[in-house]
């Protein structure tokens, strides 16, 4: 019975209602598996619709019906740009990332300009100074700085702030953070 129902029926013709139907279905399913960006959804759909061969529809309206679907999505609040970015620019405070990655991440989810300065100046509300505790964290996670043995933190001075760099902090932030001390070093990170 099980092969029976597994075998496709290739003669019956999709609708537009029933691929709207099934776009919305896997939009769903996506959406509770990851919960992406409004544009990660788009990119989901499109390669998804855009492999398959559908007869009845064109491939240049897969477009037009996929922004039908994301909109009712967005209306009905299972797609929000600015929380995605909330969400997601918080976890990775918590991980130790710099704003300048935050906000590379963002954009490369396509997030809208808006949110992401939202975002940032949210971040910046909370602490000014949060890309120094961001790289007082990764300087723990890495064992790299304020983290070394003091006997090799001059020899790995170099290697330490140009990896704080890759990391996006900034050469000031990251010169500050490399000349702490390591007991004070010890002191933030017990409050962290």
Same mark, same amino acid.
Request: aromatic share 10%.
């Given at each position: 019975?099980?092969?029976?129902?597994?075998?496709?029926?290739?003669?019956?013709?999709?609708?537009?209602?029933?691929?709207?139907?099934?776009?919305?279905?896997?939009?769903?399913?996506?959406?509770?598996?990851?919960?992406?960006?409004?544009?990660?959804?788009?990119?989901?759909?499109?390669?998804?619709?855009?492999?398959?061969?559908?007869?009845?529809?064109?491939?240049?309206?897969?477009?037009?019906?996929?922004?039908?679907?994301?909109?009712?999505?967005?209306?009905?609040?299972?797609?929000?740009?600015? +929380?995605?970015? !909330?969400?997601?620019?918080?976890? &990775?405070?918590?991980?130790?990332?710099?704003? $300048? =990655? /935050?906000?590379?991440? *963002?954009?490369?989810?396509?997030?809208?300009?808006?949110?992401?300065?939202?975002?940032?100046?949210?971040?910046?509300?909370?602490?000014?100074?949060?890309?120094?505790?961001?790289?007082?964290?990764?300087?723990?996670?890495?064992?790299?700085?304020?983290?070394?043995?003091?006997?090799?933190?001059?020899?790995?001075?170099?290697?330490?702030?140009?990896?704080?760099?890759?990391?996006? +902090?900034?050469? !000031?932030?990251?010169?500050?953070? &490399?000349?702490?001390?390591?007991?004070?070093? $010890? =002191? /933030?990170?017990?409050? *962290?």
């Amino acid at each position: 019975i099980l092969n029976l129902i597994m075998i496709p029926i290739r003669n019956k013709k999709k609708t537009l209602k029933v691929t709207v139907e099934e776009m919305r279905n896997f939009a769903f399913r996506y959406v509770e598996k990851y919960a992406p960006s409004k544009q990660q959804l788009k990119t989901y759909l499109l390669k998804k619709y855009l492999k398959s061969s559908i007869d009845s529809i064109k491939k240049k309206d897969v477009g037009d019906l996929i922004d039908i679907v994301l909109s009712d999505l967005e209306k009905n609040k299972f797609i929000n740009d600015k +929380f995605y970015s !909330e969400s997601k620019a918080r976890s &990775m405070v918590q991980r130790g990332n710099s704003i $300048n =990655k /935050i906000r590379n991440y *963002l954009i490369n989810k396509g997030i809208g300009d808006e949110y992401i300065k939202e975002t940032v100046n949210k971040i910046h509300n909370e602490n000014s100074d949060q890309d120094f505790f961001s790289a007082l964290k990764i300087c723990k996670k890495k064992r790299i700085g304020p983290a070394r043995i003091e006997d090799n933190r001059t020899l790995f001075y170099k290697k330490d702030i140009s990896l704080l760099a890759r990391n996006g +902090f900034d050469f !000031e932030t990251s010169k500050k953070v &490399m000349n702490i001390k390591k007991e004070d070093f $010890n =002191k /933030i990170i017990k409050l *962290l």
